[in-house]
């Protein structure tokens, strides 16, 4: 609800208020703002600043300007902010109740019936959003949404205890009400006053916890104490002339009274006797609120003109009424707290901040350079741009022109017991300035600045090309500083001993030495320092085209930017005089209060801006879920405070085990996280700004990646008993493998028992009675032939092939080779039977490596022993036996057995009425061989015998052996 009431104060100097008035800037050079008229302001528990407006709701973050609406609202138009359980509270012309939640908007109520059109006042206290208008007082019960029309008060004016939260209200037949604990209760008071008529524009305020009464009475602006022991309004004090004024705020600010009316922001000073009025700023602003920050900044909405911020130790400015384009140009310090200050449009002030500036009376127009003040003689020397300065003597007003001297100086100052004077052309040294020729030209350079060191007699002057320390003589070098030339900004005093800034750093001539003081990296200046200075305390101001530093102790004490964005001013030098630093160059008198302790507040930790999974917006919170096929979280950041040009950095830790920070690139809000592993992290993010001070405080969220359904335990349960029924079965089929394996390996056994008897049999076969009788008996025909070398030969040969039987009886394969070495033994004594009737021809192909080829003992045998005995025993004619052996395809050794005998069939016919168990007996015992073998091998035996010829005209046999290559 709107409160209107006249402004009352007094002990108070007109002067004073128009003199001096704090630095401040608008928040449309930080944001564009859409609108001009606000009319609340309030700053939340998570230090956000919340702004109402005839266009809608905004939320400043940082530097981000917000604008929170809903498309249930009716208008635009939101009045009476208050917070509750974090979330922003608004009521509008309709009667509707808003509620920010993250950063949207949503009704919470409709009013509209009981506010009766009328505005209202919002309040929280005890869970319970309290409306309070003309029209009565409502409520709404937070936790169960439930709404109640309390009363039909007609309510005048209202107000909230700060620190007890009661609700005071007064009605308009001035019955004083209050709410605490949830309970309304009368307030007893005497009458506001004896005389009940014309009061009107009542408003209650709460200043420093206690409750005060203004109203306006025959035009007279008066106002009232509450006081509790004796339930009464007392101590009026009424003042004249400010009826005019509409006080539509009171807040306390660091021990002011900040009233904001339609004609500005007065502060005022609580004393005994009322209100002492300090100072009047936006005069020409009508002011709807003041709130302080908890940077310690100050805020002032308008109704017209938008949103203006007085920073935390603002700089302050005295207008000395200058003409326009007329500003400072010039400089001294003189006795006491008081200064010389010098104009371009040739005028010269002197006074102070305290007590005001008188200018003296001295006719000039040319700008004033340089102004030196010799204390002893009480006078001053003025230099003049390109015209001759002058002296002043003070005491007698009287000036002298100086003929071609202190000419455009850009500096004046004691040395030697002389002057020295620094120009555009060169420096010169006066012993005395009546005598003009007698002056000493230093250097012939451009002289920039300089300084005297009275305890060393030192002189130390910076030019273009360097800086130039001069003894008592006059005797000069060049400063060096790393074997680099040093060129100086500016010179000053500390603690007997003479710094110099350079472009990146301060130095400190320490016994004629020079060393690094202040280094580059405590600078947070990019461009260059401008000028410093060095206070009483001894602290260290540095300047710099970003702002200003201050140290003490080679700490950082001050740190403060944005200077050149405050109404266009210029700070580029700094003078030090009595507690407060002054800047030239401007319109107004620019200081700065030096005698603080600390200058700047500690960062705040980072808030959550937005939270997004796959690019959905999500809710936002602490607490963060993500289900296992997420891909992607975005985590907007920001700093709560005020930001002008700086810019705020992220550091970051999501591995508990090292505490390893990554910091965000530069500028950059975001924090992007892609296919976490699955897992709970915790997540800890800290600012940083572009000094390097990091939050104290971090911002913790505890994320929970969701297990795939491969990942959780009712799936490894699972898993585990398949992999028991796999196992058990894998148990089971190997024991089942080693019953076949043994009943294989039981079965082979029995198989190779075979074929080792069938090879016995196949060795007695050849060693039968028959051969045996035909061997000895063709031994003895040589023998009684007299052919003892034949005998011998033949017996040789029949004793080999005896021994190699029995070796090869013992084994189940033999080599190729062996196998060949005993085919040619016996065929060799065949034909020595057949008296070489038979032509034994036989092929191998030595590109095979026989020794390794393996094949069944005494195999080809039986085959060529058939040929002799069945096919060619009784052909008459050349008898022929060709045995072929060669490699056949990859895998095959193939054994060919060729005769031109009377044939298989004819053979039959001439034994059919013998015995057959003799003549069959070996090819019958490697049939079975044949038979076993392929049983237990994978590559088989075959054995294919060929009739010849025709069964009218047979032509021999033939025997094709495939063996499988062993190798």
């Known amino acids: 609800m709107k409160k209107t009431i006249v402004l009352i104060t007094f002990f108070f100097s007109i002067i004073l208020v128009q003199a001096q008035e704090p630095s401040y800037f608008s928040l449309q050079t930080l944001n564009t703002l859409p609108d001009q008229t606000f009319y609340d302001i309030i700053e939340d528990d998570e230090k956000n600043i919340w702004l109402s407006a005839n266009k809608g709701l905004y939320k400043l973050t940082g530097k981000n300007l917000d604008y929170i609406n809903s498309s249930q609202q009716k208008g635009k138009t939101v009045f009476s902010l208050i917070q509750s359980n974090k979330s922003v509270y608004a009521i509008n012309l309709y009667g509707q109740l808003l509620r920010t939640q993250y950063d949207s908007l949503m009704v919470v109520a409709d009013l509209s019936d009981k506010l009766k059109g009328k505005l209202a006042q919002l309040y929280e206290h005890q869970q319970n959003v309290y409306a309070v208008s003309q029209a009565g007082l409502s409520s709404l019960h937070l936790p169960t949404q439930t709404l109640e029309q309390i009363n039909l008060d007609f309510i005048l004016t209202s107000a909230q205890n700060p620190n007890t939260k009661t609700i005071y209200y007064l009605t308009n037949t001035h019955q004083l009400k209050a709410i605490k604990n949830n ?61 005019n004024l509409e006080i539509r705020h009171i807040n306390s600010i660091n021990n002011d009274i900040y009233l904001s009316t339609n004609r500005g922001l007065f502060i005022a000073q609580s004393s005994k006797k009322g209100f002492k009025l300090k100072q009047h700023l936006f005069r020409d602003f009508s002011l709807s609120k ?201 010179f000053n005093k500390y603690n007997n001993n003479i710094l110099m800034a350079t472009n990146q750093e301060i130095l400190k001539v320490n016994q004629n030495q020079l060393e690094a003081f202040i280094s580059q990296e405590q600078l947070f200046f990019k461009n260059g320092i401008l000028d410093f200075a060095v206070d009483s305390e001894d602290r260290i101001w540095i300047l710099g085209l970003e702002g200003l530093q201050c140290y003490q102790n080679k700490e950082i004490l001050y740190e403060k930017t944005f200077f050149n964005d405050f109404h266009g001013h210029s700070l580029n030098n700094l003078f030090y005089l009595d ?75 999501i591995n508990q085990e090292k505490a390893v920070w990554q910091e965000t690139s530069s500028g950059s809000n975001n924090l992007n996280f892609s296919n976490l592993p699955t897992g709970s992290y915790q ?202 052996i060669k490699k056949f395809k990859q895998s095959f050794i193939s054994c060919t057995i060729e005769d031109n005998g009377i044939g298989r069939a004819a053979a039959s016919k001439m034994y059919v009425n013998k015995t057959k168990s003799h003549t069959s007996f070996a090819l019958k015992a490697n049939q079975r061989r044949v038979a076993l073998y392929n049983q237990i091998n994978p590559y088989p035996i075959t054995v294919k015998i060929t009739d010849l010829g025709s069964s009218a005209v047979p032509k021999g046999t033939r025997v094709e052996i495939l063996f499988p290559i062993n190798n």
């Open 183 to 243: 309970q309304l209760k009368v307030i007893p008071h005497l009458p506001i006053s004896n005389d009940q008529s014309n009061i009107k524009n009542l408003g209650l305020f709460f200043i420093k916890d206690k409750l005060y009464l203004f109203y306006v009475q025959n035009r007279k602006l008066s106002y009232l104490s509450y006081d509790e022991s004796q339930q009464a309004f007392i101590n009026k004090i009424s003042i004249e002339g400010l009826e």
């Open 683 to 884: 997540l800890s993010i800290k600012s940083k700004d572009q000094f390097g001070r990091v939050s104290q405080e971090e911002l913790c969220l505890n994320l929970l990646i969701k297990p795939h359904f491969y990942e959780q335990n009712w799936f490894y349960a699972f898993c585990i008993l398949v992999l028991g029924f796999f196992l058990y079965g894998l148990h089971r089929w190997q024991l089942n493998k080693k019953a076949k394996k043994a009943h294989k390996e039981i079965k082979s056994l029995k198989i190779q028992n075979k074929i080792n008897a069938l090879s016995l049999e196949n060795l007695r076969s050849q060693m039968n009675p028959h051969f045996i009788f035909n061997a000895l008996n063709a031994i003895q025909e040589f023998i009684v032939s007299n052919e003892k070398k034949l005998a011998s030969n033949y017996l040789v040969k029949f004793s080999r092939l005896i021994r190699l039987y029995l070796e090869h009886a013992q084994q189940d394969k033999i080599s190729l080779t062996e196998e060949i070495e005993a085919l040619k033994l016996y065929i060799a004594l065949e034909k020595l039977r057949f008296e070489d009737e038979i032509d034994v021809q036989i092929e191998i192909d030595y590109s095979l490596n026989l020794q390794t080829i393996q094949v069944p003992s005494i195999f080809i045998q039986p085959y060529v022993e058939n040929a002799f005995k069945h096919g060619l025993l009784h052909v008459s004619g050349p008898k022929k036996l060709k045995i072929v």
């Open 290 to 490: 003041t709130l302080l920050d908890f940077q310690g900044n100050i805020w002032v909405t308008t109704l017209k003109n938008g949103v203006f911020i007085i920073p935390k130790n603002h700089y302050y400015q005295y207008d000395l009424k200058l003409k326009n384009r007329e500003y400072i140009s010039a400089l001294a310090k003189a006795k006491g707290e008081n200064l010389f200050v010098g104009t371009n449009f040739g005028k010269i002030f002197f006074g102070n901040i305290q007590n005001g500036f008188n200018r003296l009376n001295i006719k000039n127009t040319h700008k004033v350079e340089a102004i030196f003040y010799d204390d002893l003689s009480d006078k001053l020397v003025v230099s003049l741009k390109d015209t001759d300065g002058f002296v002043y003597q003070l005491k007698s007003a009287q000036r002298k022109n100086l003929k071609n001297q202190i000419k455009s100086s850009k500096g004046l100052l004691k040395a030697f017991n002389g002057l020295v004077n620094l120009s555009f052309k060169a420096s010169y040294f006066y012993k005395d300035l009546t005598q003009p020729d007698q002056r000493l030209i230093l250097n012939d350079k451009r002289a920039k600045t300089a300084i005297f060191d009275s305890i060393n007699k030192r002189l130390y002057i910076s030019y273009i090309d360097g800086t130039r320390v001069y003894d008592h003589n006059f005797n000069s070098e060049y400063l060096s500083y790393k074997n680099n030339t040093i060129f100086t900004s500016a």
């Open 579 to 653: 507690n407060h630093l002054y800047f030239k160059g401007n319109q107004k008198l620019i200081y700065l209060p030096t005698n603080v302790k600390s200058h700047y507040a500690s960062l705040e930790s980072p808030r959550i801006k937005s939270l997004k999974i796959d690019g959905k917006n999500q809710a936002i919170t602490h607490e963060i879920e993500l289900e296992p096929e997420a891909q992607l979280l975005e985590i907007q950041l920001y700093t709560p405070g005020l930001q002008l040009t700086q810019e705020t950095n992220y550091l970051y830790n």
